[in-house]
């Protein structure tokens, strides 16, 4: 298996745009999550998936943030519009069985800058 | 509030030297206590994982302890290498299951040669 894939790998863009980035999980897991990354906050869980289903968003900032799994190979995070502070490494991640029971993989992350 | 708290931020040390990073965590009860290595630009990945009732564990030239009494987790890198130069990352897993993962925010290891 390639491992988990997310794309693109960097994105710059301007506050108020929209940004999606994307996300292919290891085939046969069934928890996909999303993680948001900065010197100052470390690693922080946005949103986390069981079956393709939405468990816990607790951790989206706020309303400018979506995350949607349509299928089991396939996930995106939303920000629209995006602001500066958005600036961050989302990463993806999955997992075979329970949420903390077993072990994430990561993918490689997404690197974003808002100007 | 579940936290873990990672000690020092960062470290740089000479190549072959050993060297000790600490993690002290409040998640109780735990389930298991994993050990992250992050390299510059890429994804954290496991390197290794006790649960409660262990003490130690082996990975090559790095061994994690763990002292559930003081809530207290070591990871020790032996003879360390240029390539051993990363962030690490201590990640606590709470019992219950579908409780999320608690990150500490890493230590920076740099080995110089």
């Known amino acids: 298996d390639a491992g988990v894939i997310q794309s693109p790998r960097h994105e710059v863009t301007e506050m108020g745009q929209e940004v999606t980035l994307r996300c292919k999980p290891i085939s046969g897991h069934d928890y996909l999550f999303w993680y948001r990354q900065t010197m100052m906050r470390g690693l922080e869980l946005l949103i986390y998936f069981n079956n393709n289903v939405p468990i816990d968003d607790s951790g989206m900032p706020e309303d400018r943030f979506s995350a949607k799994m349509p299928n089991a190979s396939f996930s995106t995070l939303k920000i629209q519009p995006s602001e500066p502070r958005d600036s961050a490494v989302y990463f993806c991640?999955?997992?075979?069985?329970?949420?903390?029971?077993?072990?994430?993989?990561f993918g490689p992350g997404t690197r974003l800058t808002v100007l | 509030k579940n936290q873990v708290e990672q000690s020092p931020q960062s470290l740089i040390i000479l190549e072959g030297k050993n060297c000790t990073l600490q993690?002290?965590?409040?998640?109780?009860?735990?389930?298991?206590l994993r050990w992250y290595k992050q390299d510059t630009g890429r994804g954290p990945f496991s390197l290794t994982i006790?649960?409660?009732?262990?003490n130690t564990k082996s990975n090559g030239r790095y061994t994690a302890t763990l002292d559930a009494d003081t809530k207290q987790s070591s990871l020790h890198i032996t003879a360390s290498q240029l390539s051993d130069s990363a962030s690490y990352i201590c990640?606590?897993?709470?019992?219950?299951?579908?409780?999320?993962?608690?990150f500490g925010k890493g230590t920076r290891l740099s080995v110089i040669a």
């Open positions: 990640v606590v897993s709470p019992l219950s299951g579908n409780t999320p993962l608690v």
């Open positions: 991640a999955s997992s075979l069985a329970q949420i903390s029971g077993d072990t994430q993989y």
């Open positions: 006790m649960t409660f009732s262990e």
């Open positions: 993690c002290n965590y409040t998640v109780s009860p735990f389930s298991n």
